[in-house]
T-cell receptor, first 108, second 115 residues
Framework: QKEVEQNSGPLSVPEGAIASLNCTYS??????FFWYRQYSGKSPELIMS????GDKEDGRFTAQLNKASQYVSLLIRDSQPSDSATYLC????????FGAGTTVTVRA | GAVVSQHPSRVICKSGTSVKIECRSL??????MFWYRQFPKKSLMLMAT?????????EQGVEKDKFLINHASLTLSTLTVTSAHPEDSSFYIC???????????FGNGTRLTVT
């Protein structure tokens, strides 16, 4: 499997703040990247997909991809307690490989 | 939207018995399905890629004779954990893509406990 490194956290942010999550990958040829959210005891759900360099915004979430530096990040703006979960970075290369996940806790 | 259904959601079995987990794509055909395993506080690890009409492709370190995968139709893949042991207790999750350009969609997972 392709190596995907993710700062494992945990990350604690106050409600309303920005949560910043980072992920690096080893294969320069990787093209497709995803962020999944996983609540405790549940299966992952897709938040964002990103394929091109730059930013992609969807509501309070912004994914950033920098292929030259081989990193992908996720920003969660106006964090809410319901955002408390584990966030998994993943890349696709004929199969989906996951990072270790970052557990985010949003303090009310 | 795409839905992947997994059954059962939770199963408890005795050591030495076998357990079958079903994964269905409800509103699309999936020529390929993926089986993951997740231990507590760990990330998802790919076990095998299930291919409709052919043998599954197993990841390194996964025993193909212990984890039997059958993908007999375009909407159903099954994972059978044979001669289960307590160390097989884990969260098993299947997933599928609607097409080659879509992200993976995950089933709700199966919590297996082997006593």
């Amino acid at each position: 499997q392709k190596e995907v490194e993710q700062n494992s956290g945990p990350l604690s942010v106050p409600e309303g703040a920005i949560a910043s999550l980072n992920c690096t990958y080893s294969d320069r040829g990787s093209q497709s990247f995803f962020w999944y959210r996983q609540y405790s005891g549940k299966s992952p759900e897709l938040i964002m997909s990103i394929y091109s360099n730059g930013d992609k915004e969807d509501g309070r979430f912004t994914a950033q991809l920098n292929k030259a530096s081989q990193y992908v990040s996720l920003l969660i703006r106006d964090s809410q307690p319901s955002d408390s979960a584990t966030y998994l970075c993943a890349l696709w290369d004929y199969k989906l490989s996951f990072g270790a996940g970052t557990t985010v806790t949003v303090r009310a | 939207g795409a839905v992947v259904s997994q059954h059962p959601s939770r199963v408890i079995c005795k050591s030495g018995t076998s357990v079958k987990i079903e994964c269905r794509s409800l509103d699309f055909q999936a020529t390929t399905m993926f089986w993951y395993r997740q231990f507590p506080k760990k990330s998802l690890m790919l076990m095998a890629t299930s291919n409709e009409g052919s043998k599954a492709t197993y990841e390194q370190g996964v025993e193909k004779d212990k984890f039997l995968i059958n993908h007999a139709s375009l909407t159903l893949s099954t994972l059978t954990v044979t001669s289960a042991h307590p160390e097989d207790s884990s969260f098993y999750i299947c997933s599928a893509r609607t097409d080659s350009n879509s992200p993976l969609h995950f089933g709700n997972g199966t919590r297996l406990t082997v006593t």
